[in-house]
């Protein structure tokens, strides 16, 4: 069983940084890709980013790339979204999800994605 627990959401203004961080439970979390997505209200579930097991990897959405960066910290169990320049359209929930791949981190659906955390609500203000 892995338990994913996001956290470092809140409001912030438009420009400004925050990061996002996700602490997994469970052996399984150093040898698969994990990634993140985000759900805004009246909206589907869309693909941020992607890292792969080893974190050499990263996968972006075309609507983030530039602004954020996906990392993460096998020691720590932890895998983290860094964004910066943010937009009224970043508000949304930004949930972390362990994917069943180990090799691959051009995973962008979320069927390939197992496990999910309960989400964090990031505001942007203008």
């Known amino acids: 069983q892995v338990q994913l627990v996001e956290s470092g959401g809140g409001l912030v203004q438009a420009g400004g940084s925050l990061r996002l961080s996700c602490a997994a439970s469970?052996?399984?979390?150093?040898?698969?890709?994990m990634g993140w997505f985000r759900q805004a209200p009246g909206k589907e579930r869309e693909f941020v980013a992607a890292?792969?097991?080893?974190?050499?990897?990263?996968y972006y959405a075309d609507s983030v790339k530039g602004r954020f960066t996906i990392s993460r910290d096998n020691a720590k169990n932890t895998v983290y979204l860094q964004m910066n320049s943010r937009n009224a359209e970043d508000t949304a929930v930004y949930y972390c999800?362990?994917?069943?791949?180990?090799?691959?981190?051009?995973?962008?659906?979320?069927?390939?994605?197992?496990?999910w955390g309960q989400g964090t609500q990031v505001t942007v203000s203008s």
């Open positions: 469970g052996r399984t979390f150093s040898s698969v890709a």
């Open positions: 890292i792969n097991w080893s974190g050499d990897n990263r």
């Open positions: 999800a362990k994917s069943r791949d180990a090799n691959s981190y051009y995973l962008s659906r979320p069927g390939e994605y197992d496990y």
